[in-house]
């Protein structure tokens, strides 16, 4: 399966400090995409980055992909409360047009 | 612009039932993708429509059937309904097919089945 599993599942921090997330995956990909959902609710896009692509920036948002470790991570610095979600990788297979989504990482951002 | 647009919010079925959900795409979004999220197996894709031919398709079983309309409207239905249907059922949006397209997702659709 090409489903990424994001690791950590279950992370809690301080407003302020920097939360690391990283997902992996199992087949090559073309593209490798981050997702936030708050509770219950639908997901939301932010940020997209090409298999030959190695880093990309997005505000407080940096992602890496490494394509030989079939890993990326997403970090969130400068945390606020408002971050805390769930987050989710997606990824496509190379041949494949769907988007296959990771199992998700609960991230809790305390005050 | 609109976002994308799921109904019923939430419903209430029991088992042997069947139940129809409605996404509204993004206008001038002509594929429609739905997924079945549940707190045990995360988002499970389910299938993906452009211009009102199913292009991809998850491994549901065949009670699991959608169609797409010429307005890119998106159903998709579920019949013989069993307890683990309940789940969120999330319809999102792309400009096209692939997954260089980012996805808009609407607020979902809970469902669930006694």
């Known amino acids: 399966s090409q489903q990424g599993e994001e690791d950590p599942q279950a992370l809690s921090i301080q407003e302020g400090e920097n939360a690391t997330m990283n997902c992996s995956y199992k087949t090559s990909i073309n593209n490798l995409q981050w997702y936030r959902q708050n509770s219950g609710r639908g997901l939301v896009h932010l940020i997209l980055i090409r298999s030959n692509e190695r880093e990309k920036h997005s505000g407080r948002l940096r992602v890496t992909l490494d394509t030989s470790k079939k890993s990326s991570s997403l970090l969130i610095t400068a945390s606020r409360a408002a971050d805390t979600a769930s987050y989710f990788c997606?990824?496509?297979?190379?041949?494949?047009?769907?988007?296959?989504f990771g199992k998700g990482m609960k991230l809790t951002v305390n005050p | 612009k609109a976002g994308v647009t799921q109904t019923p919010r939430y419903l209430i079925k029991t088992r042997g039932q069947q139940v129809t959900l409605s996404c509204s795409p993004i206008s001038g979004h002509r594929s429609v993708s739905w997924y079945q999220q549940t707190p045990g197996q995360g988002l499970q894709f389910l299938f993906e429509?452009?211009?009102?031919?199913?292009?991809n398709k998850g491994n549901f079983p065949g009670r699991f059937s959608g169609r797409q309309f010429s307005n890119s409207r998106s159903e998709m239905n579920v019949s013989t309904l069993e307890l683990g249907d309940s789940a969120l059922y999330l319809c999102?949006?792309?400009?096209?097919?692939?997954?260089?397209?980012?996805?808009?997702f609407g607020a979902g659709s809970r469902l669930t089945v006694l």
């Open positions: 999102a949006s792309s400009l096209a097919l692939g997954g260089a397209n980012v996805l808009t």
């Open positions: 997606a990824t496509d297979g190379r041949g494949s047009e769907k988007l296959v």
């Open positions: 429509y452009f211009s009102e031919t199913q292009r």
